[in-house]
Structure formats: structure tokens, C-alpha cells
């Protein structure tokens, strides 16, 4: 018998396992592809020709995840992409690099008083980043503790009396200055077209800064909650140690690789093609799992990936637990539908953008197809009725800058992470001729900005919602394992009587990304997930009993 | 210290405010601009003959608290509860569906449409009443520190405020229609489609101040909207409080940081140690006291009040009942709801956002001579037609606009109720740009401040303090629908603002 199993070799899966087997502890990971890396894969798409199949860029990785588990000395190896430019019809621009005195006239071409108000507004969202990692960071230990099982008393009936810690609570966010905590309750439930209208007037920088308010949500920068996920993207800012958005060397397969390498190194074991069918309850607790065909696997820990509709849904029997019926209810409506398409170019040679026609520093950064706030909201609102954009949002890099093993030399491979394409069609199905249809939509606008690329493409990928559940096993195919709402965050996320990463099914926990602390390639989850476990294992160990079979 | 209360405007939550503090025994004097009272729920002859009500007329969410406390039943007001909440009449493609205040004839009616939501109707309605009944005390009252954790372990009500209404209906609910007036009756003047997240919010207020064992009951004032605003002056003035319209406020008067008295347009100043203002916070601070006065990041914290939701009144009057598909007369007392989708309210959002006039605007029509034929002369019938979710600057202007938004509310009704366009007799049309000149309506926004879960609660200015700050001129009170817990006829702004002055 095994310590501990992980259901899911996605990035998560693998730092939770590292965790858990750098303790001690005996560790599989069980993975139902043949490969590793859930929707942090690369692959080798066309002969020649790599590309990071789905999550592009890592900027969300957290410092002490890299520094635990020793990943640099694994082969973790980040690129800075220092700059971001948003190509303009007609020939202009709105160019952000590294340096601030150039980007601040950049700026200040499109207004003077936005030039200056981007200082102050960086300085507050590094603030309010904090303040949010630090909630993320402390949710399991001081805010579950102190309420996580009135959360659960009282899903059903809401008239309950506030604690005295719940009281605590809220005192702690009344002692910030109240400007903060206006700013931070409001970014829970505005636009980010509101939220940066308190700070920038013109339209350009406004629709570039909200990019980041929109990545692998349903929403546009016009809807009410956008302004959260702005902030989400602010974490990866916190701490002063990778303040930009960085690219893997390899692609983002490498950062799974590197993980599951350092996991290994600890003696853990991964099983890729071992579908989980569901988890083994004895004694009203986590036991084990059953593969899909049929084998029993025990330990005393199950830890799972996936998202809350395989983890609370698939996995479980909902009379092995209590209130399980409820628990596979709220997990059967969480809201996870996917937004995105990734459509991967290989390419004959530099693309020529109209603005920046020559090569030169812009194509190793972001290049961003955001001209305005209407153009945004219009590719959203084709999304809504059911149709994908038929003129996108588009989020490029071109790894093969960065990175010059990814493609044949004087060749490159150029990314586009492209909004918005939703996993149900309303008319028809994602057949071959609708997916086509969406690259040409991609392909086309971006001709609109850097004509002449329709000539220098090789091949292209066009990859959707359904294949990204497909492939890296996420129903729906949301990226971030379930939206980024109110709703779906903290203690809330993935369920009240699942919070803090515990489940009501003793020795049963989640890790992924669709737990408090979210999506993107952070490890966060996973990180504060197996800590847990070993603190539970901890205190079952000396308080006697209990946690016996463990060993 | 002068002990004398002005009140500025004389809306139904300036009257609300003047009759309790009068009660209270203050010395209160109420200016209005306008030659009637009411405000935004007033009652006007826009056409002869007839009483219209300009905006709200739906009585439904006023406390009836206040309503005892202040005898209003004896000073005149007399309620009549409408026979339906909402209808949504048949169109070609789509069937009627009628929600009622009984549950039991709701479903009845809804068994014909669909079985499945016929029998989730009753679950809804009361997991709808509970979660309301949750969040209904930190709308009556001024919101607490403890208020917040209440908030954190209601799971649905955090649901509420970060879902959307299309998605949180769509789980229990399939015919078109039915979903359709659910959103009719949580989004008029919101501005916002019901794919927009935090659009459970506003469905979950309504019933909060709609008296939690029924869903949103339509009732109204016999006589128009304009009756409640007599009853509260007739009450306010038997207490002691001077009620004086045509009394356009212009300043309000700060020295040395406190608050000092009025002027008025005229020039005549009128000295009071407390000020209760009414009007939206752009008006109240930016024009009333002005910016000289202020703190740079609270002017900019006015500038970015939202306002959206911008709506225009169409009143019709008719020779006769218009013919709704599919709806009898006793149907045609509450909302009528026109849309044959939530898609359909979506849309019309969709061109708001972009300044344009929707190809098909969204109507919320209301028919007041069904249940009070005194509105109108014998034989003639009024139909307000509310034209929701309208940009307020919109492209090419108002002027030009107007006779575009006209046609087609005409093709709208006419396809909703066929043959009203020969009932037509006489029309009068007020726009989102007379809202705002003729009430102060700050960018035709009836409610004073988008009714959004970003501008709500703690995130709304209270009656002494905003974002955790105080006024900035002490004496100032704020009691109107900018402030929490927000727009709707429910009185429940002024209230607070009295008892929050007289407690000090």
C-alpha cells in the first residue's frame, strides 16, 4: 500500500506530489493520458515545429514553489517577455517595454495624464495583488479555520448569527484604509471597463490593460466581475521575483516536466494511460481508487486534480459521504464552460506588423489584437449568442524568438491564444469546417495588422474548448478549471463544504486548480494542498490513533 | 446651533425623511423644485384629462412600516394590490405565461407551458423568499460591521451578486417566455442584459423589499404614484414640517466645514444646522456644494458614480383595452413584460453599450386604468410604456432620435398587441435627457446610481459616510436613491437618513 495517490499529472498533480514525497511520504501520481503535463504540454504539432499546445506563458508560478522544490536546478528555465504591444488600426500602436521612461512616452501619445497615472496605478494593483495573495495564502489556516464549518452549517439556512470570528474577519478588512478596501470589495464585482475608467482615459491603454481581465473567462471587460480577474493576474506581480511574464524554455511541457522530474527525484511514481474511475471508501474514508479497469489501488491519502465535476462528481459515490448529494449537486453547476481557442501557426518567417515592420525587440514580447474596449465587447457579444468571434482577441507570442529549438531555423512558430470561442456552438457543432471557419477568422485579422501573413503560413492547429477537455481532461474546457467569480473564489471554490482543500470525506483532498488560489501555472493550490496533508497526517500521527494505517 | 432640518427635494424619500424627522419633533422645512411633489414617482397631467405617472408607480417594495408610522392610510394614500405580478402575452413563436402572487394558480397556468417548470415553480419561489429574507435587514437599516460576515456564509447570496440571472434561471426553468418576465421584472432600469454577471442581485432585492412571502407583488396608489407623495406631504405637514415646491435649491451652504443652511435660485437663503439631501450624489456634492470644497479623490470618486440604465416613458391613450395576445384583462394588472426571450432584453443592452437605439426595443408596459379607471377620462385607457436599457448619449443626439425611438416602440407594441396603433388617441413621450432635466435624474438613471453589485451595500454612499469616509461637511445627511440600499419606491434611503440624523 502507497501513501498517497494524486489523480492528475497536470502541473498541480505533479508539484502536490513532489510535496508529499519530499516529506517521506510514498507517492503515485495517476494520469489517464499517455502523457504528462494536463494543459501545461508541449508537442511537436508539425515536423520541426513545437509549440506549447495550450497554457502559453508562466507568470504566475510561485517563487516558493520554484525555490522548494529546487526547479531551477530541474531545468526550469524563464524567459522574460518584456514587452507588449498592441497593434492599432491603421498603422499605430501602443507599445509597453521594459523600460518606463520609454514606455511612459509611448503612452503618453495617446493621452499625457494616463503616461503618468500607469505608475500609480501599477503601484496600487502590486498593493491589492498582495492583499489578495495574502487571503489566498492565509484563507486555509485563518479564514477556514475560523469559519469553514459555519460555511457548510449554513449553505442551506442563511439566517444564521454571525460568529464572533467571522466578526474577526470582517474587522480585518475594515482595519485597511478604507479607500483599499472599497477599491479591493469593488474589484470583486465591477467591470474592468469601470475599474480602469477610475484611472485611464483613453480607450487604447484602457482595452490593453483589460486583456488581462478577460483571459479564459466568459466575460468582456464591460461585464460586472471582469475587474477580479484583472487582479488575478496581478499575483503573479507580488513579491518582486517574477514581476514579468516569463516563457519556458521548451514550451510550457518543459514546466511540467521539470516538476514531475523534481517529484521523482523524491521518489515519486507516475503512471500515465491509469484512468481513475472512482474513489475507494472504507470506513468512511478515502481508501484508495479503483482504476478504470477495474484495479484497486489503496493508501491512506487520495489527492485529486481535476476539476470539482470529476473530483466531487465522477469520482465519488454520493452515499459514501455526508451531504453528498448535495456536494454533487452544486458540483454538477459550477460553471466551467470554456471561452478560449488556441490557434498555433507555424511559420515561414517573421510576421511584418504594420506599425513595427522590422524585426526587433516587440516580436519577443506579448503582441496583443485589443485595439478598443467596443472592439472587445463586440468579439464577446458574437460569443454570447453562441458563435465564435468573428473578429477575436488575439494573445500572441512567438516562442521561436525566445526560444530558437522550437522551430526550424529562419522558421518560427507563432501562438495565438484567441477569445472568444464557446464550447457549445448554438448553431451547429465544432466540426471540422466550423474550426476552420475560426482560424480563418483568426488568420484574417490578423492580416489586418500584419499583412501578408496569410503568405507565410506552413500549417496551423486550431484547437477549441472541446478539445482542450479532450485533451487535457477539463469538462467544459475552462483553462482555469471553473470561472473566476465571486461565486467560485475562496471558500467557495470549489464548494463551501469543500473548501480550504479538505473534503467531507476524510483522507480525500483536492489540489487543482479549481480550489481557493485558482487557475494559471502558479502550483499554489497544489503547494498549500499537500502542506495540508501533511499537517493532517501530522496531527493524526500524535494524537495516537487515527492516522495508524498510514504508515 | 440652528436646529432646523432642510430637506432638498421632495421625492418620495425627501418626504419619507421630512415626515419622520417632523414626527420626531424637528424643525423641518422641504424644498422642491418642481410645482408638484413626487419626483421620479409623481403623477402629472402630460396628458389632458389624464394622471400619469412619470416613473416609478409601483408600490410594491415601500415599507409598510412607514406607511403606519406615518398614518398615510389616514392622510389619503389607499393601496390596491394587482390580480398579477408579471405577463408575458404570446407572440407568433412564443406562449403566454402569467406569474401570479398565489403560487398554486402560477403553476396551474405554467402547466400548460411547461410541466417542468410548472413544478419547479414552488421550489423557486421559496428558496427565492429565503435568500431574501437573508439580506432583507442589511437593506432596512444602515449596514453593520457584522453585516459583512453575514455576507461571507451566504453562499447564495454571493451567488446572487457574481451570477448571472440568464444562468442561475436556467437552471431550474426552460420556456422562453417564463424566463423572459423573471428578468423582466429583475431589470428594468438596470441597464444590464441578464447574461451580465451580478444580475441575480437585482431579482434578489426586488423580493427582499417585495415582502418576502410573495414574488415582487405589484400594488399601486389609487389615484397614481402622486397619491403616496400627498399622503407623506399631508402627514409631514401635520407633524409641523413646511412643504414648499417651486423652491429650487441652488447651494447648500458649508462654513467652516459644517453645514449651514440653502439657497435657493432666487437668491433667498434659508439657515439650517442639518441638510438631508436627495438628490443623486453628483448633484448634491459636485453641484449643490461644489467642487472648490472638496478632496480631488472624492470629486473623482463622484465622477465615476455609474449611471447607467437610462429609460424613456411612452404615454398611450387608448380608446379601449389593447388586445394582448393571450392574456385576459386580469393578467393585464401587473407588469407586462415584452420580450419573447432574456435574449431579447440582452440585445437591447448590447446597443446601449454602443450608443445606439436597439432594433427592437425592450418594453416594460404597465396598463394602471386596468386596475384604477380614474386615471382617465370615461372610455379611455393609459398604457405606460417603459423603453428600458436606452444609452443616455446617444449617437446623433436625443433630437434626432426621438421620432426613431417612436416608430419603433409603435412596431413593438403593434406586434406584441396587434391593432393598437388604431387605439392610439394622444401620446406623450418623456426621454432619459427630461429625466435628468426635469428630476435632477443624473444621466437619466432612474435609480441614482446603477443598481449593480459594484455600487451596492458597503460600496453605495450610506446616509453619513462614503467608502468608510464622512462627508465631507458635517450636518450633511444623504437620503436619496444614490444611497444605500438603493433606487425602487421603498422609502427605505430616507428612513435610514432620518434615523441616522436623529440618532446623531
Redesign the interface.
Known sequence: MTDAIVVGAGHNGLVAAAYLARAGLDVVVLESSPEIGGATRSEEAFPGFRFSVFSYLVSLLRPEVIHELDLVRHGLFLVPTASTLNPLPGGDCLFREADPQRTYRHIARHSRRDAEALFEYKLEMRRMGHLMYRLQRAAPDELAAA?GD??VE??EH???E??AE??D???Y??DLP??R??SF??M????SA?FL??WFESDVLKSALSSSSIIGSM?SP????S?YVLLHHYMGEVDGVYREWGFQKGGTGAVAATIARAARSHGAEIRTQSPVARVLVSDGRAAGVVLANGDELRAAVVMSSAAPQISLGRLLDPGDIPGGAGLVERAA?W?SGGCAGKVNLAISGLPRFECMPEPGPHLSGGITIAPGL?YV?RAY?DA??GGFSERPFIDMIIPSVLDPDMAPPGKHVLSCFVQYAPYELAAGSWDEGQREAFGDAVVRTLAEYAPGIEDQILHRQVLVPPDIEAIAGIPGGNIFHGEL????LF??RPD?AAAAFRTPLPGYYLCGSSTQFGGGISGGPARLAALRVLDDLRTADTAGGGGGETR | MNGRVAVVGGGHNGLVAAALLARSGRDVVLLEARPELGGLASTRELIPGHRVDAGSHDLGMFRRSVMEELELGAHGLELIEAPAVAAVPATAGSSAVVLWPEVGRTVEGLGGVSRRDAAAWPGFVFELAERAAALEPLLSRPLELGDMGRLLIAPEVLRALSSSLDESLRERFENPSLLAGLCGVALPATGLGPRANGTGWPLLFHCALGGSDRLAPVVRAQGGAGALASALAASAAASGAEIRTGAAVSRILVDSGRVAGVRLADGERIEAGAVVSTATPSVTFLDLIGAALLEPRFVRRLLHVKYRGAAARLALSLDGLPAFRGLERPALTGRIVLAEQPDDIERAADAAKYGRLPDRPWIEAALPTALDPSLAPAGRHLLLATVHHLPFDLEGGWEAGRPQLLARVADELERWAPGIGGLVREHALLLPTDFEADYGATAGGLHHGEMNPSQSLWLRPSASAWAGEPLPASGLWLGGAGCHPGGGLTGLPGTIAAVSLLRG
Open positions: 469559519i459555519r460555511v449554513s449553505a442563511l439566517d444564521v454571525v460568529s467571522v466578526a474577519i470582517a474587522r478588512f475594515l478604507p479607500a478596501l472599497r470589495v469593488q470583486l464585482t465591477m467591470s469601470d475608467g477610475q466575460l464591460r461585464t460586472p466581475g475587474a453547476r460553471q467596443d465587447d457579444d454570447k449568442y467569480r465571486l461565486s467560485q471558500l467557495l463551501p
